[in-house]
């Protein structure tokens, strides 16, 4: 079974200021981790994603995530925070289906606000 | 290209009644995912399907939820009867790779509301 810790229900900011977004994961086999992005009232979209190779993956709109296998973690963050970046975020692990196929299993997300 | 297409964007029904949400995947796609979001809580998985079969469904209550995808393009979640705690968002997704390492693309969902 796979599963996904975020710590931080709610993370504020100030507009840049470092941005830092906690997951951990559990997996029994080699993982494969994503961040999604979710603004108000759309659907979630990919930010970047770790399968194998760089441990240091970039993303979208300068954020990037570290793949740290002794810790179980893959935190996000983004140097310096833009007012819309305010968004939830979740992390997911993927993992294969009894049946085959790809099943993303999410963390509950974590609600970024950006300060002025 | 288009996105990811669902509809109704909100609906709102009393507990015991029924209602249907509709997905058109992208172009392409053979992988189409249904989720479940609850406010608060991350996306849950309730069916895969790759084209019109079933991949996976361990987690769509199927005494009162079902879902279809008769031609493998645009698929149907029908919940009947809704009960409160069906109250969520419906998120539609479609990979055109189904291995693990494959994104998803999602819709913007269809909110329910039951009271």
């Known amino acids: 079974a796979q599963s996904v810790t975020q710590l931080g229900s709610h993370v504020s900011v100030s507009e840049g200021a470092l941005v830092l977004l906690r997951c951990n994961y559990s997996s029994s086999v080699p993982p494969y981790l994503f961040w999604y992005v979710q603004y108000p009232n759309q659907g979630l979209q990919l930010l970047l994603k770790y399968t194998t190779g760089a441990t240091l993956v970039k993303g979208i709109n300068g954020f990037e995530a570290e793949f740290k296998k002794s810790e179980t973690s893959f935190h996000l963050t983004k140097p310096s925070a833009h007012m819309s970046d305010a968004a939830e975020y979740f992390c997911a692990v993927s993992g294969l289906l009894t049946g085959g196929g790809n099943k993303l299993t999410f963390g509950t997300g974590t609600q970024l606000k950006v300060e002025l | 290209e288009a996105g990811v297409a669902q509809s109704p964007r909100y609906k709102i029904i009393e507990k015991r009644q029924s209602v249907a949400f509709w997905c058109n995947p992208i172009s392409g796609h053979a992988t189409l995912y249904w989720y479940q979001q609850i406010l608060g809580q991350g996306p849950k998985l309730l069916i895969q399907?790759?084209?019109?079969?079933?991949?996976?469904d361990s987690q769509l209550p199927k005494d009162r939820f079902s879902a279809e995808r008769l031609k493998g393009v645009d698929s149907t979640l029908k919940i009947q009867p809704a009960k409160l705690e069906d109250s969520a968002v419906y998120l539609c997704a479609s990979s055109a790779d189904r291995g693990i390492g494959g994104e998803l693309f999602f819709g913007e969902g269809s909110r329910l509301t039951v009271l």
């Open positions: 399907f790759q084209n019109n079969g079933v991949v996976d």
